[in-house]
């Protein structure tokens, strides 16, 4: 009998961390698919006057970054799909160092404002990448 609960209770929290992964996961896509998008496009003016640590980059590395922002957010996607989990991971990954690196821009440039938003990223992507590990581990196991 306490198998049987022991595997319920196991079902419940792999569900959960599913669950959870999905939506840190999508919210983080849509956020990296939308500043994404701006950085590969909008006019550098327009940047600048969303503080865009981008634009304290050459103009074509300012865009490939939006470009991987993009590539990212698809990336994150993957957390739907069993097969997809590598991809999500990696992805949380790439993010994190996106983010440290836009984190030392800024301090450098003296914008220490974008700094809480940057942790609060940098914290998701960790729980996205360490959830993402977790349950790949787990069907590894199985």
């Known amino acids: ?76 996607l993957g957390a739907v799909l069993p097969a997809g989990l590598c991809w999500c991971r990696s992805a949380a990954l790439v993010l994190i160092a996106n983010q440290l690196i836009a984190a030392a821009v800024h301090t450098v440039r003296g914008e220490t404002a974008a700094l809480p938003q940057n942790g609060v990223l940098i914290a998701l992507l960790l729980l996205v990448a360490a959830l993402a590990h977790g349950i790949l581990q787990r069907e590894r196991e199985i």
């Open 1 to 76: 009998m306490g198998s049987s609960a022991e595997g319920r209770g196991s079902r419940v929290a792999q569900g959960l961390c599913r669950a959870s992964l999905f939506v840190a996961a999508l919210m983080l896509a849509a956020i990296f698919g939308f500043v994404g998008w701006n950085k590969a496009f909008a006019p550098l003016a327009e940047l600048a006057r969303h503080g865009a640590w981008t634009v304290h980059l050459p103009a074509a590395l300012g865009r490939a970054v939006g470009w991987s922002e993009l590539v990212c957010a698809l990336a994150l």
